[in-house]
């Protein structure tokens, strides 16, 4: 088909969101109770944004053929998805040396250079802030381990001993 057949909206719309990666079986979809909240607002903010765009009852209107109204209520549908899934899960009471989930953790590297990570959900990780989830090979590697100890993490390029700085928890 030519793009004389090509109608203008057709190209308004983003491609769909992929479908996020699924967690093996039985294994629970933690979550910081700082996360739960923020996807909450999302929702929130979103629901808002689409009561804006709704239609009114005398048929179909602009706001129905919004191409961002597509994208809005796929994004709704997924964090209500996800929200649905989670398990807000606490940090430890005791043990707060130890990394476990909802940790920051700063850590330094072989070549000497610190970097602060914190392990958190998988529907919450942003690896570029230094939020990474708990299933990562990188926090699989650090969880359990204390304050001091150092521990060999497989990198692409090699085996890389990380020694954990600090262990704290802000919740």
Not at 22 to 36: C, E
Request: charged fraction near 30%.
């Amino acid at each position: 088909m030519g793009r004389a057949f090509v109608r203008e909206s057709d190209d308004a719309h983003q491609d769909p969101p992929r479908p996020r990666p699924q967690l093996a079986p039985g294994v629970k979809n933690h979550i910081t109770s700082a996360g739960a909240r923020r996807l909450r607002a999302e929702l929130d903010d979103l629901l808002e944004q689409k009561s804006r765009l709704a239609p009114g009852t005398e048929g179909p209107t602009a706001a129905d053929r919004d191409p961002r109204r597509h994208d809005l209520e796929a994004r709704i549908r997924a964090l209500q998805q996800i929200l649905d899934s989670v398990v807000v899960t606490a940090p430890p009471i005791i043990g707060r040396d130890r990394v476990c989930f909802g940790a920051d953790v700063l850590v330094r590297h072989a070549g000497g250079q610190q970097e602060m990570y914190r392990i958190v959900g998988f529907d919450e990780a942003d690896p570029e802030r230094g939020q990474i989830s708990w299933r990562s090979p990188l926090a699989r590697a650090l969880l359990s381990h204390r304050t001091g100890e150092t521990i060999g993490f497989q990198t692409p390029s090699g085996l890389e001993e990380i020694e954990i700085i600090s262990v704290t928890y802000s919740e």
